[in-house]
């Protein structure tokens, strides 16, 4: 597995939500949802209004890259839908508030002899003492942003929140499952900074699933339904993974990192584990 780790001074401008997702663009490969309003989050999780305005992160960022391997016995049809999702959890001991952006987020890998790059949102992400809890999806240039707030006790017991995910569809004639095999990853790139406890190191899983259609989409990603938190206290009891799609479940097939049954972000809490922290002004 490698890791690239390198130390960018960036200036934020004002609108520091739109550049931190502006990042590497992506080539025609890469889903970009048309513009449109943002529909409210599609599930029954428990939510309030972000209504906190989070400051600008950072002037410095640390950039991570993760491999991981597709199933290379199962083909990825064209028209389906591979949806990688990111998620990290806070190991005990740490700081317990943390304030941190996701930017430059982007998947590579190589099939059908040719390089593919995928282009993810980003996210704002804050980890604080309240009990409020939303996550949401916001237009922007290029691929909107998510943003994430959620209380730290969502990261007791060993639990993961949702980081980064981005649903992309799959071009004719498909993927073999052949073309990634041996020493052929799929790998996510991230940029991360901080504006609060910039020194708190996390950790960083990924996986990517694929479904057979997603309904309403694209256009909007509140209309998958994703799941902010794998708490099930924060969740109305609902067991699924962080990042589980939960009006789209029906849906899911083999493929991509899926480990087995139910497995809606292909087993990204099973993966390697990548530690990470992201960077703010020393």
């Not at 309240?130 to 909107?144: D, I, M, R, T, V």
């Not at 950790?203 to 309403?216: E, I, R, S």
Request: net charge neutral; charged share 10%; aromatic share 10%.
């Amino acid at each position: 597995m490698k890791r690239n780790v390198s130390v960018n001074i960036t200036r934020f401008a004002a609108l520091a939500a739109a550049a931190a997702i502006s990042g590497c663009g992506g080539p025609a490969s890469s889903l970009a949802p048309p513009a449109g309003g943002a529909a409210p989050m599609a599930s029954s999780l428990k939510t309030s209004s972000a209504s906190a305005v989070m400051k600008p992160a950072a002037l410095y960022s640390c950039a991570y890259t993760s491999d991981e391997h597709f199933n290379s016995k199962v083909d990825i049809a064209a028209g389906s839908w591979l949806v990688f999702t990111s998620i990290f959890r806070v190991p005990p001991g740490q700081a317990g508030a943390l304030r941190f952006d996701v930017s430059k987020s982007y998947i590579t890998f190589t099939a059908n002899n040719q390089s593919y790059q995928i282009q993810a949102p980003g996210a704002r992400i804050s980890l604080h003492q309240q009990s409020n809890l939303h996550l949401h999806w916001a237009k922007g240039a290029q691929h909107g942003i998510w943003w994430l707030m959620v209380p730290y006790g969502t990261m007791e017991k060993d639990y993961a929140d949702f980081m980064d995910q981005v649903a992309w569809q799959v071009p004719a004639p498909g993927l073999s499952g052949a073309d990634f095999g041996g020493n052929n990853p799929v790998t996510w790139h991230v940029s991360l900074s901080s504006g609060k406890n910039a020194a708190t190191q996390f950790q960083w899983q990924w996986g990517a699933a694929v479904y057979t259609q997603l309904d309403n989409f694209p256009g909007d990603y509140n209309n998958l339904g994703s799941k902010p938190v794998e708490d099930p206290n924060y969740s109305n009891g609902n067991a699924d993974p962080a990042g589980t799609p939960e009006v789209q479940k029906q849906y899911l097939t083999d493929g991509g990192t899926n480990q087995g049954q139910n497995d809606y972000i292909g087993g990204a809490g099973k993966n390697h584990v990548e530690n990470v922290n992201p960077c703010g002004k020393p």
